[in-house]
C-alpha cells in the first residue's frame, strides 16, 4: 500500500491538476458564500432605519461563521498542496494579508458587539465598524487576486485597486439576490432591487475596466484573455448578468441569487485560466513544480474524499434550515 501511495498519483489521476481546478474552487465557494455576508454589510450603510438594520442582521447571521471556513479550507488546501506558493505568496503580500485579517475581525466583532446594548451612540460606531469591515474584506481580498494575477511584488497596483473595487461590487450583487429570498415583500425588497442592478453595473465596468488594462499594457497576457476558454467565460458572465438583471426587477431572488453563482465561478475561472500552467507568475513556479510530492497527495486526496460529504452536508442542513423569510421578531 505504502508503494502504491508513494509511486505516483493515485489511480493514475491528474492529481497536480485535480487539485488546481478544487484550489480555485474553494475560493469561489468562499467569495460566493461569505459575499452576500460582506454585501450584507455593504447594504447596512443604507438601511432606512433600527429595524431595516435588524432585519439584515438577522437573516445574514445563522451563515456567516460558516461561510468563513471557506476561506480556511482555501488557505489550507494551498498549503498542503501547494506549499512554495503558499510560502512565496503569502510572504510577498504579508502586509496585505494582516490587513485582510484585520478587517475580517473588524467584520465579526461589529455586529456582535452592535447588538450588546441599545445606546444609540454606541451603536452607531459599531454600525460604522461593521460597514468598513464590510467593504474592506472583499476590497483587500480582491487586492490580494489581482496582484496574484499579475506577478506584482508590491502592494498597491492598478489590477490589484481595480479587482478590489469589482469584487465589493460583486458582493453587493450577491447580498441584494441572498436577501431578497429571506425577505418579505415591501421596501426592503424594493431597494434591493435598485441597489442590486447599480452594483450589477459597477462590477461589469470594473471587469470592462480589469480586461481592457490587461490587453493593452500586458502583452504577454493578451494571447490568453483573447483565447476563446476566457472568452466564453467572458460572455458566460454576460448571460448570467442579464438573467440577474431580469430576475431581480421580477422578484425573482432566487434565479437572481443564481445566476449570481455563475457570475463567481465565472470570475474565478478566469484568474485561473490565466494563470494556468503557471500558478505564480512573479517567480514563474508552475503548477506541475509547485505540488507536494505523491505521498502526501495521495493521502490529502484520500482524506478530502472522506471529509467531504461531510462538509457539504452540513452547509446543506444549514442552509435548508434557514430557508425562506425570516419570521417575525427574528433576531441576530
Known amino acids: 500500500m505504502l508503494e502504491t501511495l508513494t509511486s505516483g498519483p493515485l489511480f493514475g489521476l491528474p492529481l497536480t491538476g485535480l487539485w488546481f481546478v478544487l484550489l480555485f474552487a474553494l475560493l469561489g465557494t468562499f467569495i460566493f458564500l461569505d459575499g452576500f455576508d460582506f454585501g450584507a454589510g455593504v447594504l447596512f450603510a443604507r438601511a432606512e432605519d433600527d429595524h431595516e438594520r435588524e432585519t439584515l442582521l438577522a437573516i445574514v447571521g445563522p451563515f456567516w ?39 475580517l475581525i473588524l467584520r465579526g466583532i461589529a455586529p456582535e458587539m452592535y447588538e450588546q446594548r441599545a445606546d444609540p451612540t454606541w451603536r452607531r460606531w459599531w ?6 469591515g464590510s467593504v474592506l474584506s472583499p476590497f483587500f481580498l480582491g487586492m490580494f487576486a489581482g496582484n496574484w494575477l499579475v506577478g506584482a511584488e508590491q502592494l498597491v497596483t492598478v489590477p490589484g485597486v481595480v479587482v ?8 453587493v450583487v450577491d447580498a441584494a439576490a441572498f436577501i431578497g429570498t429571506r ?8 431597494s434591493l432591487e435598485r441597489r442590486g442592478l447599480t452594483a450589477l453595473a459597477g462590477y461589469l465596468g470594473a471587469i470592462v475596466l480589469a480586461i481592457g488594462y490587461l490587453v493593452a499594457l500586458r502583452p504577454d497576457m493578451r494571447g490568453a484573455i483573447l483565447s476563446v476558454p476566457v472568452i466564453a467565460l467572458v ?23 443564481v445566476s449570481t453563482a455563475g457570475m463567481v465561478y465565472a470570475l474565478v475561472a478566469i484568474v485561473a485560466l490565466l494563470l494556468y500552467p503557471t500558478i ?32 457539504l452536508s452540513y452547509f446543506w442542513v444549514l442552509y435548508s434550515t434557514f430557508s425562506g423569510p425570516i419570521e417575525h421578531g427574528e433576531g441576530y
Not at 454600525?127 to 468598513?132: A, E, I
Not at 425577505?183 to 424594493?190: A, D, F, N, R
Request: hydrophobic share 60%; with cysteine; glycine share 8%.
Open 127 to 132: 454600525g460604522r465598524s461593521f460597514v468598513v
Open 280 to 311: 505564480d507568475p512573479a517567480v514563474g513556479l508552475t503548477v506541475e513544480t509547485a505540488i507536494v510530492q505523491p505521498l502526501p497527495l495521495n493521502l490529502m486526496t484520500l482524506m478530502t474524499l472522506v471529509l467531504m460529504p461531510f462538509v
Open 164 to 171: 478590489g473595487l469589482a469584487l465589493v461590487a460583486l458582493c
Open 65 to 103: 461563521d460558516g461561510n468563513e471556513v471557506w476561506l480556511i479550507v482555501f488557505g489550507g488546501a494551498m498549503f498542503a498542496a501547494f506549499p512554495p506558493l503558499y510560502a512565496n505568496l503569502f510572504g510577498r503580500h504579508y502586509l496585505l494579508m494582516f490587513a485582510i485579517l484585520g478587517a
Open 183 to 190: 425577505s418579505e415583500p415591501g421596501h426592503l425588497q424594493t
Open 235 to 257: 460572455v458566460a458572465t454576460l448571460v448570467a448578468a442579464g438573467v440577474y438583471a431580469w430576475a431581480i426587477r421580477a422578484d425573482r431572488f432566487q434565479a437572481a441569487w
